[in-house]
Every structure is written in C-alpha cells, then in structure tokens.
C-alpha cells in the first residue's frame, strides 16, 4: 500500500500501470474469493482503495493540482 505522498512522486505513465497491476491483482482476488481460496477479503478493500488513490493522483497531475503532504498532529506531553 502506497501513500498519496509516494504515489505524487511518480509520474502518469507509472500510475497508469500501478492502477493496471492493481486491477490484475483484484482480478485474481475475485477469483480466489469464488473458489473460497482466498485468505484475506481485506487484501481485496485495500487494493480497490489503492487503484482510488492512484487514479485521485493522476486527476490531480492533470489539473495541474499540488497538495501539501499532511503533518501527524503532535501528541501533548502528560502533566505530573
């Protein structure tokens, strides 16, 4: 699973083919869950999210769109 921060690194072509191999992948996955040879369903969201993430970044590039990597909200330190 790739960060929307990784996945602006790359360039149109590549996430054309990230979202290809995605789409390969919950192929094979929807194959396995109708046989009931599939381990994991959750293997299944999580790529279904991916190929969102990917395809919501490549919009993005060609818009001409720039997003701000979000920053962890920092943890306050306990009183004593």
Not at 3 to 30: H, I, K, Y
Not at 36 to 55: H, N, P, Y
Request: hydrophobic share 35%.
């Amino acid at each position: 699973m790739a960060t929307a921060n990784e996945l602006r690194e790359l360039t149109p072509a590549e996430l054309d083919g990230r979202v290809q191999e995605l789409r390969r992948q919950m192929f094979d996955m929807r194959n396995k869950h109708s046989t009931g040879v599939l381990d994991s369903t959750a293997e299944m969201v999580k790529a279904r999210r991916d190929v969102a993430r990917c395809l919501t970044v490549k919009r993005e590039k060609e818009q001409g769109l720039t997003r701000k990597a979000k920053v962890a909200p920092q943890k306050k330190a306990k009183k004593e």
